[in-house]
């Protein structure tokens, strides 16, 4: 009995030396049971021939959109039925294309048309890749919900060595088969400019939960796994800024080159934070500090008994708006996660603790999760940075901070 296939993908392939790989990748994907319609551009054309992606697909290749046996609607028809789109190679002009909503051949058209997913698979000079424009064009399609994978850095066609070169076929396949499981992809690196941005720029970050003792084995926590302050630690890091990570209780190891300061309780944050404040351009607090502990906790464990046990809880200090009530703050970022209301009620809490930046997020998608989805908040209003990886979030969460404190420091 024939295998019904379990998805779909067009599998669009643009003009560069990469290729060669798509027939690698078409392989592995059908391996996996997953059907594939190939369609390529015309420049695709003389890297590798349609000859060779239909022989290996099973079906006619698409390359021009005036072929009328789809009554001209392949572009329509072809993206509808699809589960994802993945471009592999994505030449630095096709990524230019898709930023600017530009449909002037089928490829084109079929991702502005598609009601699906799109990942994209760059691959270019380390230089294209670094370019300004393209620094851009990357984050806009981030910032459009496209799954951006790779590049690798390596040696690269042209002879020169760097960021740029296609992820193998081995990873895409990885990558694509976990999209289209709905599991979580790799991280996007994020063109750096030759500039590290944030040189000499000290950012103070706490992450992670607070501990709140009750007795000598007990106490009072919250399920925030770290993930996301320390991918924000990573993201500033890889800036070229100089980063002190102030964490709660978390089972991660601290990201090279950030100077660690382990904390347990929101009291003893407070102590870390206050002594640190002065001495930082930006504060960002992404810790879930404990709203309350305990009044008195018992130096001993508590003899359990029949009877009722009731603990006297006090607020403890809000150590993002100590921090932006100073006389000459940080640039500070505070972090909301609210399970409904988000935001109602971040931008409540970005006018009460006085910040220029509020980033939200939904407790539900966020709590120890590897992907989040973010939400700024700041006085030109609100901007998505739609589900990803904790790490390409950091990334362009970084990018937003930089041009605020920029903006702000002038
Ligand atoms: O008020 P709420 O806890 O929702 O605010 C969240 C933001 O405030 C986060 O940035 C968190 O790190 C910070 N915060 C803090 N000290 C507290 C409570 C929250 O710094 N006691």
């Not at 940080?330 to 809490?349: D, I, R, T």
Request: with cysteine; glycine share 6%; proline share 6%.
């Amino acid at each position: 009995m024939k295998q019904e296939p379990i998805k779909r993908i067009v599998l669009g392939i643009t003009g560069g030396i990469a290729a060669y790989k798509a027939a690698e990748l078409l392989r592995l994907l059908m391996k996996q049971g997953v059907e594939v319609q190939v369609a390529m551009t015309e420049a695709a054309c003389h890297f590798i021939t349609p000859t060779t992606m239909q022989a290996l697909s099973g079906k006619p290749v698409l390359t021009t959109q005036w072929d009328n046996t789809a009554n001209g609607m392949a572009h329509i028809s072809l993206s509808r039925s699809a589960d994802a789109i993945v471009i592999a190679p994505a030449t630095a002009d096709f990524i230019a294309k898709l930023a600017h909503g530009l449909a002037d051949d089928l490829l084109s058209s079929m991702c502005l048309a598609r009601l699906c997913p799109l990942l994209v698979a760059p691959a270019m000079n380390r230089e294209m890749w670094q370019n300004a424009a393209t620094r851009r064009n990357i984050a806009q399609l981030l910032a459009d919900g496209v799954r951006v994978l790779g590049p690798d850095c390596g040696v690269q066609a042209c002879g020169e060595e760097g960021m740029g070169r296609m992820r193998e076929a081995e990873d895409l396949a990885r990558d694509v088969l976990a999209l289209l499981r709905n599991a979580p992809l790799s991280p996007t690196p994020l063109p750096a400019s030759g500039a590290r941005e944030l040189n000499n720029v000290k950012i103070l970050i706490t992450a992670g939960p607070t501990y709140e003792a009750i007795d000598a084995v007990r106490g009072i926590t919250n399920r925030s796994s770290g993930k996301m302050g320390y991918a924000i630690a990573q993201a500033a890091l890889e800036q070229g800024a100089e980063v002190t990570l102030v964490s709660g209780p978390t089972a991660l190891a601290k990201p090279q080159g950030a100077q660690g300061v382990d904390v347990t309780s929101a009291a003893q944050m407070f102590e870390a934070v206050k002594q640190r404040a002065d001495d930082c351009d930006i504060f960002i607090g992404v810790a879930a500090v404990a709203d309350y502990r305990v009044a008195q906790p018992s130096e001993q464990k508590i003899k359990k008994s029949a009877a009722p046990l009731t603990l006297e809880l006090v607020p403890n200090p809000d150590i993002l708006a100590y921090v932006a009530a100073l006389p000459d703050p940080p640039f500070c970022v505070g972090f909301a996660a609210e399970s409904e209301n988000l935001a109602k009620y971040a931008e409540q809490k970005r006018c009460v603790k006085n910040v220029p930046l509020l980033v939200g997020n939904l407790a539900q998608q966020a709590i120890g999760s590897d992907e989040n989805e973010l939400v700024l908040f700041d006085d030109s209003g609100s901007h998505v940075l739609p589900r990803a990886d904790k790490l390409t979030l950091a990334r362009l969460l970084m990018q937003h901070i930089k041009q605020r404190y920029e903006g702000a420091s002038q």
